[in-house]
Antibody, heavy 115, light 112 residues
Framework: EVQLVESGGGLVQPGGSLRLSCAAS????????MTWVRQAPGKGLEYVAS????????YYVDSVKGRFTISRDNAKNSLYLQVSSLRAEDTAVYYC????????WGQGTLVTVSS | DVVMTQSPLSLPVTLGQSASISCRSS???????????LNWFQQRPGQSPRRLIY???NRDSGVPDRFSGSGSGTDFTLQISRVEAEDVGVYYC?????????FGGGTKVEIK
């Protein structure tokens, strides 16, 4: 059974940083593109970033370029999102998902940016 | 970015009746590889999204055949036949043809 479990969210001040993690199991992690999608409270879904199987290609939505970094450790079956220079508008539940087309999702981890 | 426009915003449905959700894109979703990367997701209250349909009309494993997708180019539809109580939630379309992938604003399905 495919499982994705996010962690690392929390309350952070504007300008601060966090490292989000996603532990994957139930599939061959190293064979799949992985993706982060976020959802602001009461709002819709926004694609954030994707990473190729070996980490050599990474794509970001414009609103997070230069502030967020997606990475992965295939030996640990883990996906990461380093979020920095955080703004109030980055407050959201952050989901990791498998593939560009998000066939499986985790339960999400909440990031709240507030002073 | 490709803008995905869903309608209606809210869809009250009687149990056992059909529901139809429209999704229109600001440009064609036909990829250079010939595929059309249009997906549909369901998000039940308090839950993570779940993919229902990929590449316009392919149902994911475990998705009831009451759900069907259709369309081409810039105009797509998700049909739910014989709506059940468990279908309540918000439905999103998403295009994966052009970077960045973009989602529609969502359609809230509720029972009358």
């Amino acid at each position: 059974e495919v499982q994705l479990v996010e962690s690392g969210g929390g309350l952070v001040q504007p300008g601060g940083s966090l490292r989000l993690s996603c532990a994957a199991s139930g599939f061959n992690f190293s064979n799949y593109w992985m993706t982060w999608v976020r959802q602001a409270p009461g709002k819709g879904l926004e694609y954030v970033a994707s990473i190729q199987q070996d980490g050599s290609e990474k794509y970001y939505v414009d609103s997070v370029k230069g502030r967020f970094t997606i990475s992965r450790d295939n030996a640990k079956n883990s996906l990461y999102l380093q979020v920095s220079s955080l703004r109030a508008e980055d407050t959201a539940v952050y989901y990791c998902a498998r593939l560009f087309t998000c066939d499986y999702w985790g339960q999400g981890t909440l990031v709240t940016v507030s002073s | 970015d490709v803008v995905m426009t869903q309608s209606p915003l809210s869809l009250p449905v009687t149990l056992g009746q059909s529901a139809s959700i429209s999704c229109r894109s600001s440009q064609s979703l036909v990829h250079s590889d010939g595929n059309t990367y249009l997906n549909w997701f369901q998000q039940r209250p308090g839950q993570s999204p779940r993919r229902l349909i990929y590449k316009v009309s392919n149902r994911d494993s475990g998705v009831p055949d009451r759900f069907s997708g259709s369309g081409s180019g810039t105009d797509f539809t998700l049909q739910i036949s014989r709506v059940e109580a468990e279908d309540v939630g918000v439905y999103y379309c998403m295009q994966g043809t052009h970077w960045p992938p973009t989602f529609g604003g969502g359609t809230k399905v509720e029972i009358k």
